[in-house]
């Protein structure tokens, strides 16, 4: 439905700024008519803010541009008015020291633009995964009404006849040229395979993991989340959001009524059920701080537990995002939830129904790739989280992605003090080490590396390569890729860097991970833990800048790694006018 000023219940915001004959409205209409804007577009009809993360140095973002067209026409149609804001856009893939430490300044930066700029509403067109998170954080503090808008996954990758998952392949073809499988010719020419089209991730790493919580969340439209980047319905979906936001902002539609603790209840059972990424532990944690729902580690724990984990695609199963848009997608999956009784099926959506109302006649289409529940790649999915005197704040494990034979393991620890000493040692042949020992990386947490990155699933030595051998447990405070596996222990915490425990684990320390019993323990005597704790001594902090900020503010990996000042909403309080 196309709407005109006269239809309209309230004032919008926009019109603080645009609605009336004094000198402040002509400054602000005057300078945006240099643009070729006609008069009545200033009327009292919606101005929805394009937030678009585009840019040639995000490459999962990189079609974005194009996409943001499409949610113009969709705009135009509704009766509003589109105008694209560029955003910050930290990209995973090129960003150091990690992305993951500028997702709080763009999360802070969106809020901002929000408040301080004259819209009523706005899509967040967003892809590479951080920037999924810090728009919907920004919204969430700003509360207007807003719908998420993902770029979608890449065409399946293909080499020599076999599925190339992005990240996955890679980090498998890494080992593989250390244990001495594959030459480094193969590796360039594989490459070549890995990135074939627009688009994030094919796997189900965290860029399509965090448009999966998108979508379950109800902050972007049914199907959103597995539409490849460059199939034509993806283009639709974009113009269709267009439509919807203009609707959403007369109905007053905000991101307070649709992320309400249902709500992440049904994106941490879909975690679960599709084998998505770690990292959106700290990602919906940090969300839900900014709209006041207290949600913790021990819900991700409850409730993904039992969720089976449906949704065969890589690292943890066989296929790609790809076919899993073909299968019938994320409203498969929620469908499959609602008839086993995890969803909560009046959750709102940002197309202003319930989530069952809108998943309820999804039809599966492919069963080898959204797997019936009695073939599932994990019967108890979800995020495991552990506790013990190693982790007393908790640690995170997947274990559809972990092997079987390590989820209770008892071994020897080899310590490597951050990621250079790590990189420094591995390779070394005389190296204590053996596929029982455990491996630890220290201080490489939120405040220890800083920013968290994604450093958790080391390498294994060239040496139990060599062996045949492909996974080993390994313990750190960092984060790993959505699209890596293996028997990982991450976001362990207190991290090292603030003196947790983690801190003081020696070479030849005894480890227990029972992942059954959730427990994570370290077998040294509380007195000599204590003793060592007392003797431990922080390490420098970034002095100057944003890592100093960063350091200063930046929280837990428990909480979500938030900054301590940006949890809450702060709203959308128009601003006072200078000119």
């Not at 409730?303 to 296929?319: C, E, H, I």
């Not at 009784?341 to 197309?351: E, F, H, Q």
């Amino acid at each position: 439905m196309t709407f005109t000023p006269a239809t309209w219940p309230r004032k919008l915001r926009s019109q603080e700024w645009y609605g009336g004959t004094s000198r402040d409205h002509i400054y602000h209409r005057g300078w945006l008519k240099n643009q070729g804007y006609p008069h009545d577009l200033f009327d009292g009809r919606p101005v929805i803010g394009i937030l678009n993360t585009w840019g040639e140095l995000t490459p999962c973002n990189g079609h974005l541009r194009e996409l943001a067209e499409k949610v113009k026409a969709g705009i135009w149609e509704a009766g509003g008015f589109p105008l694209e804001v560029p955003v910050f856009s930290a990209s995973e893939n090129t960003f150091r020291p990690t992305a993951m430490m500028y997702r709080n300044l763009a999360a802070m930066a969106v809020e901002e633009v929000m408040r301080a700029q004259p819209i009523d509403g706005a899509v967040l067109l967003v892809g590479c995964d951080k920037t999924t998170p810090s728009l919907m954080m920004g919204a969430a503090s700003t509360d207007l009404p807003s719908i998420v808008v993902t770029g979608g996954p890449m065409l399946n990758g293909w080499f020599r006849g076999e599925r190339v998952g992005s990240g996955t392949a890679l980090w498998q073809m890494s080992e593989d040229i250390k244990a001495g499988k594959m030459s480094k010719e193969d590796f360039l020419e594989a490459e070549q395979a890995m990135s074939r089209s627009s688009g994030t991730c094919n796997t189900m790493g965290t860029a399509s993991t965090m448009a999966s919580m998108a979508e379950a969340l109800g902050m972007a439209l049914s199907g959103n989340a597995a539409i490849p980047a460059v199939d034509a319905r993806r283009r639709v979906m974009a113009q269709l959001s267009g439509r919807r936001i203009v609707q959403m902002v007369k109905d007053d539609l905000k991101p307070s009524d649709v992320l309400t603790r249902a709500a992440f209840e049904n994106a941490i059972r879909t975690n679960g059920a599709i084998g998505g990424s770690t990292n959106a532990v700290v990602h919906i944690l940090a969300l839900a701080g900014r709209v006041g729902v207290n949600l913790t580690l021990d819900d991700w724990d409850r409730l993904g537990r039992d969720v089976p984990t449906v949704v065969n695609l890589m690292p943890s199963g066989k296929y790609l995002m790809e076919e899993f848009f073909y299968a019938g997608g994320l409203p498969v999956v929620l469908k499959r939830l609602g008839e086993g009784g995890m969803l909560n099926k009046d959750a709102l959506t940002v197309s202003g129904s319930g989530i069952w109302d809108e998943v309820r006649d999804a039809v599966n289409w492919n069963e080898a790739v959204i797997l019936p529940v009695e073939k599932a790649l994990a019967a108890s999915g979800g995020i495991a989280v552990l506790r013990g005197n190693l982790a007393p704040g908790g640690a995170v494990l997947k274990p559809s992605a972990a092997s079987p034979e390590l989820m209770f393991h008892r071994g020897r620890a080899v310590v490597f003090e951050d990621i250079d000493d790590y990189k420094a040692k591995i390779a070394d042949e005389d190296l204590d080490i053996d596929e029982t020992s455990v491996m630890v990386l220290k201080n490489c947490g939120p405040k220890g590396y800083p920013g968290m990155s994604e450093v958790g699933n080391m390498g294994l030595p060239p040496k139990v390569l060599r062996k045949g051998i492909t996974d080993m447990v390994r313990i750190s405070d960092a984060r790993m890729s959505g699209t890596a596996y293996g028997t990982v222990v991450l976001h362990t915490s207190p991290e090292a860097a603030v003196g947790g425990p983690l801190a003081i684990v020696r070479d030849g320390d005894m480890i227990e991970l029972d992942v059954a019993a959730r427990r994570l323990h370290l077998d040294v005597p509380e007195e000599e833990i204590a003793r060592r704790l007392a003797e431990w001594t922080a390490p420098e902090a970034p002095v100057g800048g944003y890592a100093q900020l960063f350091h200063t503010h930046v929280e837990g990996a428990d909480t979500g790694a938030d900054f301590d000042f940006l949890r809450g909403c702060r709203g959308a309080a128009v601003p006072k006018d200078s000119h």
